[in-house]
Every structure is written in structure tokens, then in C-alpha cells.
């Protein structure tokens, strides 16, 4: 049976039909004709059901030559043979600078993303270029205004434009991170799945949560009674990341990543087992490895301060023939061969034409470009990964949290984080408004409980 969570059960099977495909299933034509011929409001249940179940007999090619496992101890057999020597962290950085810096970046790139997030998945970069230019402010360099000009345009979330922010809003690539804090706090590194699903119980509304996210906790509670907690065995996360879950490799895990970076500072091989908890029942394949990548790099990042020598670590705890690997890979490539931002976002609109504008893939992809691009520059890289389009406010916020961490706050420059007068103001699980210092105190409480490291 098919159920509808974020959307109705017609979109799910068209959706499926193109994640079918990218995991190297042969798709039958005349099944996707059937498929795409469907009013997206049918509800006709027996024929979707039927649609639904013709899917899942679809072979994989034998071309198909990714090795993409699901499960920690395969994704772990898969990993690349050569290892880069992670540096011990040492006794004498500041981490509650660094936690700061974090959190400080996270929100600022989050900030500056989210006004244009949806009109940048409609419109891309170049649609935020013409936005900018009629208000003279390409390249993006500071917060986007919200004045009219002669395309009337209005932007939504005026609390993020320049001429009125003065804090962070709330926004659900806030709240994962509050949720990692809060899972960590309660449960300490012992935590599993099932124990971050049920803080999405207790701190989310469901309105607040998204496309694979909202699939995944639907089908959670199909299964589960109240009776026994959610701790039923018959709650399996290959249940909950796979049924009726057509967005199982789209960015929503990859956005949950940064806590769990935090939390195992220096292990960056701690950090993606803690996102392959989190991510594993949501997400498949790339949809978790773009977690496992983000939060390794954030972990390196407290003692190794190379963006390029980052990337390679982050590489290195996901699969080494995935399909994420090879586009950071070539990613990686192209940045060197084009040079610059524009030449650069010719090739990958080119390049990722036909892919969802929130898939994993695509976004980690400009998640790398900036951090290469930005030249260490922490205003600059942040304005990069926006100006770059797709899912704004996700990879603004990615960028942030890797570059608050390489700088901390007292080093973290510019001028965009300081309007933000160190406070987020939101309204979920118990937290209020927030300093971000107050979370950076909480964050080194996690940080030494997980590593029991004492003061």
C-alpha cells in the first residue's frame, strides 16, 4: 500500500521511477509512460499499488559498477584503501572557541541562504545573479536586501535580509542540529536511531519536516505502538528509509550532519558512524554517505586545517566507488581546470541537469566548490555556496559550520556573522532563544561526556 506523507502516492511513483534509475535499475518505457500519464491527485489504490510493486521488480543494469551498501560495516569494507593520518587533537586548542565557530557559521550561512532558497531552485544562480545586479550587489558579498526593484520581487523571511536581521530565525537545518545536541545530551554516544526518531517526536511538529524525513517518520509510526515506546524489532530502518520513500538520496540527511562532527572532534571516523545512525533510517546509499562525508570533514576539521587534505578525509569514510565519491572527485577536477565560480556553474548546471535541485549529490558538489574556491575566506566561501543556488540555506549553513570551525569565533572575520548578535531565536523541544555561546558551552559538555574527557 502506498501512503502519502509529503506528497500524494501518484507524485511518489514518478518520483521513484527517477531514484530507480540513478540506483541502476533498467526502467521499463511503457511502465514509466503509464507511471508519468498519472494525474498526481489518483487515488486509485489498487492500480497505484500495483504501479508501485511492477517498480520494485525493475533489475539493476549489468553495467551498474557502483558499490553502494547501506549497512556501516559494508559501507566501511567499501571505504578507499589509503588512509590519511588524522592529527590527534591537541591539549591546547581553544574547542568552546571552536564549538562557537560552529554554530556562529552554521546560522550565519543558514541566514544568508534562506530567503532566496526557493526562488534559487526555481531560478538557479544565474537567477540570483539578475536579482543581485539589479540592486548592484553581485557579486554576493553581505546579506540579500530586501528592496524592491524593477523585477518586484519580494523575498520572503525579512528577519534575513540586511536591512532588518539581527538574529537567527528558526529553520529545520537548525533544529537537526539542536536534535544531535539534545540526543547526545540524553543518550550519550550509546544513542541509536530509534532514539533520534523519537526526539523528532518530542521536539519537531510534523509540519516542520521534509520530503525523506517525512516518509521515514510515517512509516515509523506505522509501526509502532505506543505501548512499547517504539522499540518494537519489527521497526527496522531498512522499513522506514525504503517504503514509499522516493527521496531517499536527497540532501535531508546531509543537512543533519554537523553535530555529529562536533560531538566526535578529531574522529572523523566516529563523526560518520554517529551520522550513519542518524541517517539510516531516512535515507539510502548517497542520501547517507552525504551525512558520513559532511560530519568526518567537520570532525577533521578541529585539527586539520587543509580544505583539500579535509575533503580527502571526508572521502575516506564513504564508500570508495559511490556515486558521491566520483562527483567530489571530479568536482575537485573541474574546480582546478575552470578556475572560477561562473565557468565553474556552467559545467555543473550542464553537468547535473537532469538531477533533483535537493539531491545529495548536486549540493555536496557546491558544497566543495566553495570551500575550494573561498580561499579560506570565511565571508567569501559562505557567499559562494549561496550564490552557487540550489538548496540555499543547506549548503550556506554546510559551508558555515566547516568554516566557523577552521576559524572559531574569535577568528571567524567578516561582516556578515556579527549581525547576528550571537542569538538564535526558535521555538521547538524546550529551547527558546538561544546565545550561540550558551551552545557552544553545552557542545563542549557533549564533546567531553562522548570522549570522557575530563575538565
Keep these: ?107 550565519t550561512g543558514c541566514a544568508l541562504g534562506k530567503p532566496v532558497e526557493m526562488f534559487a531552485m526555481a531560478e538557479k544562480w544565474q537567477g540570483l545573479k539578475k536579482y543581485l545586479e539589479l540592486r548592484n550587489d553581485w557579486p554576493l558579498k553581505d546579506f540579500f536586501s530586501c528592496k524592491n526593484a524593477s523585477d518586484n520581487i519580494q523575498l520572503p523571511f525579512p528577519e534575513c535580509c540586511k536591512e532588518n536581521i539581527s538574529y537567527m530565525i528558526g529553520d529545520d537545518d537548525l ?82 550532519a554537523d553535530f555529529w562532527g562536533w560531538a566526535a572532534a578529531g574522529n572523523p571516523e566516529l563523526a560518520a558512524e554517529f551520522a550513519w545512525r542518524d541517517a539510516s533510517w531516512t535515507h539510502t546509499k548517497n542520501g547517507i554517505y552525504g551525512e558520513m562525508f559532511i560530519a568526518a570533514i567537520e570532525a ?30 571530479l568536482t575537485i577536477q573541474k574546480v582546478d581546470e575552470l578556475g572560477n565560480f561562473e565557468e565553474f556553474m556552467k559545467w555543473h548546471d550542464e553537468h547535473f541537469a537532469n538531477m533533483n535541485v535537493v539531491h545529495t549529490v548536486n549540493n555536496a558538489s557546491l558544497v566543495v566548490m566553495a570551500l575550494l574556491l573561498g580561499e579560506g575566506d570565511t565571508d567569501k566561501t559562505i557567499c559562494l555556496s549561496v550564490a552557487a543556488g540550489l538548496d540555499t540555506d543547506c549548503n550556506g549553513a554546510t559551508v558555515g559550520a566547516i568554516m566557523g570551525i577552521l576559524n572559531g569565533a574569535k577568528n571567524f572575520g567578516g561582516i556578515l556573522a556579527p549581525k547576528l548578535n550571537d542569538t538564535l531565536k526558535v521555538a521547538i523541544g524546550g529551547f527558546g532563544e538561544c546565545k550561540f555561546a550558551d551552545l557552544a558551552e553545552r557542545t563542549l559538555n557533549v564533546y567531553k561526556n562522548v570522549n570522557k574527557q575530563k575538565e
Aim: glycine share 4%; hydrophobic share 40%; with cysteine.
Design 175 to 256: 533544529y537537526y542540529t539542536l536534535i544531535g545536541l539534545k540526543v547526545l545530551e540524553t543518550h550519550d554516544k550509546n544513542f541509536t536511531w530509534h532514539h533520534v526518531a523519537e526526539m523528532w517526536d518530542e521536539m519537531l511538529p510534523y509540519n516542520m519536516i521534509c520530503t525523506a524525513e517525512t516518509q521515514a517518520i510515517l512509516n515509523y509510526h506505522i509501526k509502532k505502538s505506543r505501548e512499547y515506546l517504539g522499540n518494537e524489532p519489527d521497526i527496522t530502518a531498512e522499513y522506514t528509509r525504503s517504503t514509499n520513500n522516493p527521496y531517499r538520496e536527497w540532501i535531508g540527511a546531509q543537512i543533519r
Design 300 to 329: 577533521a576539521a578541529f585539527v586539520e586545517k587543509d580544505i583539500r587534505r579535509l575533503i580527502e578525509i571526508g572521502l575516506q569514510e564513504i564508500p570508495e566507488k559511490c556515486r558521491l565519491a566520483e562527483e567530489i572527485r
Design 1 to 107: 500500500m502506498l501512503v502519502s506523507g509529503w506528497a500524494k502516492a501518484a507524485k511518489l511513483l514518478k518520483i521513484e521511477v527517477e531514484t530507480l534509475r540513478y540506483e541502476g535499475r533498467i526502467i521499463d518505457k511503457d511502465l514509466e509512460d503509464k507511471i508519468m500519464a498519472l494525474n498526481e491527485r489518483e487515488d486509485d489504490e489498487k492500480l497505484l499499488t500495483e504501479l508501485a510493486a511492477e517498480l520494485q521488480k525493475l533489475p539493476v543494469s549489468a553495467d551498474f559498477s557502483y558499490i553502494q551498501p547501506n549497512e556501516l560495516e559494508e559501507i566501511r569494507a567499501s571505504r578507499p584503501a589509503k588512509k590519511y593520518t588524522v592529527p590527534e587533537l591537541s591539549k591546547d586548542i581553544d574547542l568552546l572557541d571552536l564549538f562557537h565557530g560552529a554554530w556562529l557559521g552554521r546560522c
